[in-house]
């Protein structure tokens, strides 16, 4: 008998100040629905300086570091703009199936039909406003749902939790 195995993988996006700036939402969403994912989580988060400092961690020694920080954190776009719209979605190569649908990361290279491609541009500062942010590999995924959500805030369990007196939350594997 043949076994067949089915990736079913967890992926965090996010709707950048930008894209909700310009009224961008329901034409993401839209797109993101051609992927045939669930989603399990969903919420509006005000992103704080810290926040986006550990998730732009891995470019921390790039020079347009603290333009990233300023730009996800709204501070671009102004104070009523100072949020974004985070997504978990879950299913077969949820992944893959999400960075087609996002594009290039560079709005220039990417395809014509992706969301970035439609959406994004670059600033004169040369920050890349590509509307959207998707995770790249299943580490990256579990490292940022887990910066994101926490664990309540997600519908199902997709990551191990610890009971603490405060409340359950994420088991990372130094804690």
Known sequence: MLAIVIMVEHTLVLIKPDGLKRLLTGSILTKLAGAQLMIIGAKVVRVDENL??????????????????????????????SRILAFVYRGEDAIAKIRKITGATNPEEADPTSIRGSFGRITTTGVFENVVHSSGTPEEAERE???????????????????????????????
Not at 52 to 77: C, M, N
Not at 146 to 171: D, M
């Open 52 to 81: 986006a400092r550990q998730h732009y961690r891995h470019l921390s020694d790039k020079p347009f570091f603290d333009e990233l920080v300023k730009y996800i954190t709204g501070d671009i776009h102004g104070e009523e703009f």
């Open 145 to 175: 749902i887990k910066l994101w959500f926490q664990p309540r805030e997600i519908v199902c369990n997709i990551y191990p939790v610890r009971e603490t007196e405060s409340g359950i939350i994420w088991a990372w594997p130094d804690n």
